[in-house]
Every structure is written in C-alpha cells, then in structure tokens.
Nanobody
Framework: QVQLVESGGGLVQPGGSLRLSCTASTWVFPLSNMAWYRQTPGKGRELIARITATGMPIIADSVQDRFTISRDNAKKSVYLQMNSLKPEDTAVYYC????????WGQGTQVTVSS
C-alpha cells in the first residue's frame, strides 16, 4: 500500500510563503502523474496543481502566478511552493496521483492569518 506523507504546512501571515513537500512510498513514483489538492471544512477536495511524470506543470487558475509545483523523482517527492498567500488559501493540503489515486495521506494544514 502506497503511503503519502505531506509536510511543510503551518501558520503564515498574508503575503507570506510556504513550501509543502510530499513523499510517496512507491517505486512507480517516477512514472506517475502527481497533484496537489486542498480541502476546507464543508467543501470537497480542490485540485490546484498537477505535474506529469515528465515534469510538465499545470496550475489551476485560482492559484496561478502564486503557486508552483515541482518534483524530485530520486526522492519520490513532489513540492508545492506557495507565495503571496491569502486567507482564502487556508486549507488542508494533500498530494496524490490524479490518474490512479492512492490511499490519501493525512495532509498538512496551512493557515493564513494575521
């Protein structure tokens, strides 16, 4: 069973930055598309960024120009760099394979507040 471990969240002031990390315990990681999602209470998970196995990023309009996604296949890791954070970015952030989802990890909480 694939384990996904997200980290890097925390409390940050509006306008600040955070870098989230996600590590997957699977040898197929380098062959897998990956994505970052976020979820707020009462709402479903929103896909905000994805990256293909070959490294092509696709960023949702809602976070375009502020978030970037990257990966390191040797470390079986995917990253989300978040800049110019806003209070509405407050959520639990998750990573997963958008094409063939694995068991969800626990996510990492991001809180943007002054």
């Amino acid at each position: 069973q694939v384990q996904l471990v997200e980290s890097g969240g925390g409390l940050v002031q509006p306008g600040g930055s955070l870098r989230l990390s996600c590590t997957a315990s699977t040898w197929v990681f380098p062959l897998s598309n990956m994505a970052w999602y976020r979820q707020t209470p009462g709402k479903g998970r929103e896909l905000i960024a994805r990256i293909t196995a070959t490294g092509m990023p696709i960023i949702a309009d809602s976070v375009q120009d502020r978030f970037t996604i990257s990966r390191d296949n040797a470390k079986k890791s995917v990253y989300l760099q978040m800049n110019s954070l806003k209070p509405e970015d407050t959520a639990v952030y998750y990573c997963n394979n958008p094409s063939q989802p694995w068991t969800w990890g626990q996510g990492t909480q991001v809180t943007v507040s002054s």
